[in-house]
C-alpha cells in the first residue's frame, strides 16, 4: 500500500504542459500590434475623444485603447472630464 501520491503542484504542471503548445498556436496572431501611426494618431486625439469614436476609428476595441492609452501613460484632459460628468447628470 505505498502508493506514491502527487502532489497538486505535479498536475498542474503536467495539465498545462500539455495544453500550452496548442493553446500557442490557437491564439497566435489574434491580436493586430499597434503600429507607429496608429499610436501617434491615438496621442493626438485621446484627451479630447470617447474611447468608443476613438475604437471605431482606429478599428479596434474600446479595451485596446484604454489599455494601450494607459500603458503609454495617457490621460483624459479636465475639461473634457468636467464636460462628461455635466452632461451624466
Keep these: 500500500m505505498n502508493r506514491r501520491r ?3 503542484s505535479t498536475r498542474k504542471t ?7 503548445p496548442r493553446n500557442r498556436k490557437m491564439y497566435a496572431g489574434r491580436m493586430k500590434t499597434w503600429t507607429p501611426q496608429e ?7 485621446y484627451r479630447t475623444n470617447p474611447n468608443a469614436f476613438i ?3 482606429l ?3 474600446e479595451g485596446s485603447v484604454q489599455y494601450k492609452a494607459s ?8 475639461s473634457y472630464l468636467r ?3 455635466n452632461n451624466w447628470s
Design 39 to 45: 499610436i501617434s494618431e491615438l496621442r493626438k486625439i
Design 14 to 20: 503536467r495539465r498545462f504542459a500539455k495544453t500550452t
Design 55 to 57: 475604437a471605431k476609428k
Design 71 to 78: 500603458s503609454l501613460g495617457l490621460r483624459k484632459s479636465q
Design 83 to 85: 464636460q462628461i460628468r
Design 6 to 8: 502527487r502532489t497538486t
Design 59 to 61: 478599428g479596434r476595441s
